[in-house]
């Protein structure tokens, strides 16, 4: 009887967490939106202020080298019409009200409105890092499973090796040896643009030109992936459960991917979304090199420009990027594992 009732106990406790994820997910979405608005305001503030404290003045990139022609007149004009003609908490508050109504203002170096220079430049980027970080993910995993079920044999010193040898190499030595070997030595891969000089962007021309952009920034993140992965899958085949299967008998290849691996990819997932800042900074790398005309390039050209409404604009695009990045991160291991909850 006191087995039944134990049993019956443990089935109630077990089973709560269940009925209650839904309220734990919304408790965690609800404190991340209460920190990042704060986080964004400042984030967004930072950028006015360090505007005002900068020794580049906006308005002489804008001119070029027209600005040793214009008359003063036609300067003051300018500085009115691009709103620079006031204090910075005003620009700030125009600023702000804006990107509530939609217009983010002028971009200098674009010549266009931010706006338009977002949504152009916005979904090349997406296409990007969402393929980089598919091959970073699959590589990981393939190469930690294997590494992990042969623990000490040569697939797992190469993939060791290998790891702590990429984690000291910046995206952009990278993508310059990539361009070495697949450009210059190997001429098998478009190297710069989104399509060929001229062409249209159809879905040939885009996918030969996004391999190598792809590629890299997937590989340059493999490394912290795919280590952290074959030291969790590690831990996890000597676990009980794992040694529980092993003892019914069950096949190798089932204790590793159906036993071992599930509770593996729980750290996995939560180390994922601590590098979506670093996946950010090195598509910027990325883009930069192999020319492709997303985002990440823009916040390049922005700062050369001292384009302060595009670089503003970009930088708060990319701070919601990475808190949404971490929240979706810790609602799936929330989601995933029934001992977590929302307070950790």
């Not at 001119?63 to 300018?78: H, L």
């Not at 391999?211 to 992936?225: D, I, K, M, R, Y």
């Not at 299967?245 to 096949?251: C, H, K, Q």
């Not at 900074?281 to 823009?298: C, K, Q, R, Y």
């Amino acid at each position: 009887m006191t087995a039944a009732v134990g049993s019956g106990a443990d089935s109630a406790v077990a089973a709560l967490p269940a009925r209650h994820r839904g309220r734990e997910v919304a408790r965690l979405v609800a404190w991340r939106l209460a920190v990042a608005v704060p986080v964004v305001v400042v984030v967004a503030m930072a950028v006015f202020v360090l505007a005002a404290v900068s020794p580049f003045d906006p308005i002489y990139q804008y001119f070029g080298a027209g600005i040793f022609s214009a008359s003063g007149a036609d300067i003051a004009n300018a500085r009115a019409q691009l709103g620079l003609d006031v204090p910075v908490w005003e620009q700030f508050g125009r600023w702000v009200s804006g990107v509530f109504s939609g217009d983010l203002g002028q971009s200098l170096s674009f010549r266009q409105p931010v706006a338009t220079v977002i949504a152009q430049r916005l979904p090349w980027t997406l296409l990007l890092v969402t393929l980089g970080l598919l091959v970073s993910v699959v590589l990981s995993l393939v190469a930690a499973i294997v590494a992990a079920w042969r623990q000490g044999g040569w697939f797992d010193r190469a993939v060791t090796a290998v790891g702590h040898t990429l984690e000291g190499l910046s995206p952009f030595v990278l993508a310059l040896g990539a361009i070495a070997v697949f450009a210059v030595g190997w001429p098998v891969l478009p190297v710069a643009g989104l399509t060929d000089a001229g062409a249209p962007a159809t879905v040939d021309q885009v996918a030969r030109h996004i391999v190598l952009p792809a590629v890299v920034l997937g590989v340059s993140q493999t490394p912290w992936l795919v280590l952290h992965a074959r030291s969790s899958l590690i831990a996890a085949l000597d676990e009980d459960h794992v040694t529980g299967a092993r003892a019914r008998g069950l096949p190798e290849r089932v204790v590793v991917l159906r036993h071992a691996l599930p509770t593996a990819l729980l750290p996995f997932v939560t180390v994922l979304g601590n590098r979506l800042p670093e996946l950010v900074t090195g598509a910027v790398l990325v883009e930069t090199v192999f020319s492709w005309p997303g985002i990440a390039a823009a916040v390049v050209t922005a700062a050369l420009a001292v384009d302060f409404p595009l670089l503003a604009a970009l930088t708060l695009l990319t701070t919601v990027a990475v808190l949404a990045g971490a929240l979706i991160a810790d609602v799936a291991v929330l989601l995933l594992d029934p001992r977590v909850s929302a307070d950790g």
